[in-house]
């Protein structure tokens, strides 16, 4: 079904604009959700009317203390690992997310980044985009970072 045969109401709701971000036309940022990560906006989030944002992450620094236990309230969040390596602890499993991998976090999962690569940089897609991020009890102890050399 294309979107000229749906309702209006039906087809505002899916209404999404082109977007082509090239490698230069946004740069990390910091003030991201993480102060010691940077955040490269993709564009998604303004062509979809805030129904999905896609954003390169990447290390900017140590991991000292990482995320702390929390969950998103959001419907979708996959993390796909483009370079390095993230551990983190899901529920009370740890995970190491290698070059390549594509995590799916469930809508509520308790989970913790704690360590991760100096060369650390995953692409992130979320929906809704402005999804919120809740502090949580965690359910087991965590494992210390990595140092970096």
Known sequence: MSVDTLSKPAAALFATAFSHIGEGDTDYKS???RDFFLYRD????AATNGQVVAQLVKANMPPEEGTGWHCHEAKFHI???LKGWA?????D???LVK??????QRPGIRHYLFDYSPDMEY?????PADFTTV???GPCPVPPPTPWK
Do not use: N, P, Q
């Open 31 to 33: 003030g991201g959700l």
């Open 99 to 104: 070059t390549g991998d594509c995590v799916h």
């Open 93 to 95: 499993k740890e995970t």
């Open 79 to 81: 993390v796909i690992m």
């Open 135 to 137: 502090d949580v009890e």
């Open 42 to 45: 993709l564009g998604i989030a």
């Open 123 to 127: 692409l992130e897609i979320v929906s």
């Open 87 to 91: 551990r983190f602890m899901y529920e």
